[in-house]
């Protein structure tokens, strides 16, 4: 079973910066599109950023210019870099990927079950 986990959320102040990893389970083979998406109590899952088909980035209006997304494809891990962290960035964030593991032979999509950032003003 292919597990997702992420990591790094916590509470930081207005205008500062936290990391977001996404690591894969070790019987991952590959990794297709990947993103960060979050959620706040009550509204819509909404997408953040994602690394699509050519190593292509696109983000969320907004979010452009504060937060970058990246992965190490040797470690099976994606990151989310977020600075000039604002209140209406405090949701759950998400990790979702299309996977390839040793349990199925084609990719599947999988999400992690999220870390929580709190960002106060």
């Known amino acids: 079973q292919v597990q997702l986990v992420e990591s790094g959320g916590g509470l930081v102040q207005a205008g500062g910066s936290l990391r977001l990893s996404c690591a894969a389970s070790?019987?991952?083979?590959?990794?297709?599109?990947v993103g960060w998406y979050r959620q706040v109590p009550g509204k819509q899952r909404e997408v953040v950023a994602r690394?699509?088909?050519?190593?292509?980035?696109n983000y969320a209006d907004s979010v452009e210019g504060r937060f970058f997304i990246s992965r190490d494809n040797a470690q099976n891990t994606v990151y989310l870099q977020m600075n000039s962290l604002k209140p209406e960035d405090t949701a759950i964030y998400y990790c979702n990927a299309d996977v390839l593991s040793k349990a199925f032979p084609s990719f599947m999509n999988y999400w992690g079950k999220g870390t929580l950032v709190t960002v106060s003003s």
């Open positions: 690394i699509i088909s050519g190593g292509r980035t």
């Open positions: 070790r019987d991952v083979i590959s990794i297709n599109t």
